[in-house]
């Protein structure tokens, strides 16, 4: 059976979506256009306002509407311990655990030369400046414990350890392999309360 070009069109955009296959994009598809138009109505009108309105903050590159995000020009958090994380999700984890304070930066990714990210595609010479400017004190590094986010952690340690920041690497209790953002919060408020120092 040969589907509508449109039905077909939003089965293929569903599967851009994460675990998302086949079968799952069809479901989903007749689902909306059966059953919940106006759902879908939403879904198509709130994608289009987010890609619009969400872009990366100045200053440490996590997602929100502002030039400066929330997070960062908060006066009652610590600007001094700076956090920094792949992703936007392990932002939340760790807020969800309540057990930061501090600011964070987002890479937005890993290094992973095979696939062109350097340095550059993580803004890490802008974190570079930040560490010279001197206002940082401790640097957390929670990338996640795979290959490439212990390689991305190293990186970044020997930069902030030339400029005489105190470097720490959460440890316990993160699955090695695994990412952050499965963490569950409390082992998550234990990895960074016990964190440890790295180098010296
Ligand atoms: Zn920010």
């Known amino acids: 059976m040969k589907l509508s070009p449109s039905i077909e069109a939003l089965i293929e955009g569903l599967r851009h979506l994460p675990g998302v296959g086949p079968k799952s994009a069809q479901r989903m598809t007749l689902h909306l256009l059966e059953r919940d138009r106006e759902g879908a109505q939403q879904i198509a009108e709130a994608i289009e306002v987010a890609l619009s309105k ?7 590159r996590n997602f929100t509407e502002l030039e400066i995000c929330e997070i960062c020009s908060d006066p009652k958090r610590d600007p001094t311990t700076l956090c920094v994380v792949e992703a936007p999700a392990d932002v939340m984890a ?3 655990s309540g057990s930061f304070r501090g600011h964070y930066y987002v890479l937005m990714g890993h290094l992973s030369p095979i696939d062109g990210i350097g340095p550059e595609q993580l803004g890490l010479e802008a974190l570079c400046q930040r560490f010279a400017d001197g206002e940082i004190e401790e640097v ?3 990338t996640n414990p795979t290959v490439e986010g212990e390689a991305t952690a190293y990186y970044i340690s020997e930069q902030a350890r030339a400029a005489a920041v105190t470097v720490s690497r ?4 993160v699955p090695l392999g695994g990412e952050l953002e ?3 919060a409390n082992t998550l408020a234990h990895a960074l309360s016990g964190r440890t120092v790295v180098g010296e």
Do not use: F, M, P
């Open 54 to 60: 969400v872009k990366n903050c100045s200053r440490c």
């Open 94 to 96: 760790i807020e969800q």
């Open 140 to 142: 957390i590094l929670a």
């Open 170 to 173: 959460i440890a316990h209790g």
């Open 182 to 184: 499965y963490t569950d």
